[in-house]
T-cell receptor, first 111, second 113 residues
Framework: DTEVTQTPKHLVMGMTNKKSLKCEQH?????MYWYKQKAKKPPELMFV???????INESVPSRFSPECPNSSLLNLHLHALQPEDSALYLC??????????FGPGTRLTVL | DQQVKQNSPSLSVQEGRISILNCDYT??????FLWYKKYPAEGPTFLIS?????DKNEDGRFTVFLNKSAKHLSLHIVPSQPGDSAVYFC????????????FGTGTRLLVSP
C-alpha cells in the first residue's frame, strides 16, 4: 500500500460547525504532515507529527486542532472557521527525511 | 518572504522537445531539494530529488541539476509528453529528522502534441 488517503474529498461547513478531516497511511511512515493550499499558491505547512508527537506548529490559529491517534492516522479538527480558511487541505507522510507522499486533499469551503 | 521562487508561472513546449523548469532559493541552509508534479484536484506527486552534495540526479526522462553557488536548480524533462502537462513545484528542506518542505510558487507546464 503506497498511498495516503484523505476523507472527505469535499466539505462545506458553516462558521459555527465542528468538523474533522481524516488522513491515513499504511506505509509505516513515522512523520505526518498537514498542509493548506489556496488557489494558485504553493502548499503551506501547518503541522508536523513525528512519531505521533507534534513537532511543528507553524503558528496556525487554534481553530485548527491536529490529532495523531496512532502512527497511521492523522486528524485535523475544525471549529469556528472563517471563510478565508476555505482551501485544499493536504496530508502527507514520509520516512524521516525521505520524500513526502501526499494524499489527494480535502477541498474545504467555509460559508 | 518567499524563500523558494519559480519565476516562470507557465511554460509551453511541443511534444518531444525538452522542458526546462527553473527554481531559485535564498536560504543557504537548505540541503535537500525535490520536484513535485500536481494535477488539478489531486495532491502533489513526488518526481525526483537531489541532495546538496550532488549537482545532478537523473531518473528516466527527468533530470535535476543543482547549482549551489547560484542557489539555483532546474528540472529537465526529455522528451516532453502531453501527459507531463501539470503544475510543477520545486521544494526545499533542511534535514531536521523529518522534512519541513518549503514550496516554490509553481510553474504550469503545457506540452502540446
Amino acid at each position: 500500500d503506497t498511498e495516503v488517503t484523505q476523507t472527505p474529498k469535499h466539505l462545506v461547513m458553516g462558521m459555527t460547525n465542528k468538523k474533522s478531516l481524516k488522513c491515513e497511511q499504511h506505509m509505516g511512515h513515522r512523520a505526518m504532515y498537514w498542509y493548506k493550499q489556496k488557489a494558485k499558491k504553493p502548499p503551506e505547512l501547518m503541522f508536523v507529527y513525528s512519531y505521533e508527537k507534534l513537532s511543528i506548529n507553524e503558528s496556525v490559529p487554534s481553530r485548527f486542532s491536529p490529532e495523531c491517534p496512532n502512527s497511521s492516522l492523522l486528524n485535523l479538527h475544525l471549529h469556528a472557521l472563517q471563510p478565508e480558511d476555505s482551501a485544499l487541505y493536504l496530508c502527507a507522510s514520509s520516512h524521516a527525511d525521505d520524500e513526502q507522499f501526499f494524499g489527494p486533499g480535502t477541498r474545504l469551503t467555509v460559508l | 518572504d518567499q524563500q523558494v521562487k519559480q519565476n516562470s508561472p507557465s511554460l509551453s513546449v511541443q511534444e518531444g522537445r525538452i522542458s526546462i523548469l527553473n527554481c531559485d532559493y535564498t536560504n543557504s541552509m537548505f540541503d535537500y531539494f525535490l520536484w513535485y508534479k500536481k494535477y488539478p484536484a489531486e495532491g502533489p506527486t513526488f518526481l525526483i530529488s537531489i541532495s546538496s552534495i550532488k549537482d545532478k540526479n537523473e531518473d528516466g526522462r527527468f533530470t535535476v541539476f543543482l547549482n549551489k553557488s547560484a542557489k539555483h536548480l532546474s528540472l529537465h524533462i526529455v522528451p516532453s509528453q502531453p501527459g507531463d502537462s501539470a503544475v510543477y513545484f520545486c521544494a526545499a528542506s533542511m534535514n531536521t529528522g523529518f522534512q519541513k518542505l518549503v514550496f516554490g510558487t509553481g510553474t504550469r507546464l503545457l506540452v502540446s502534441p
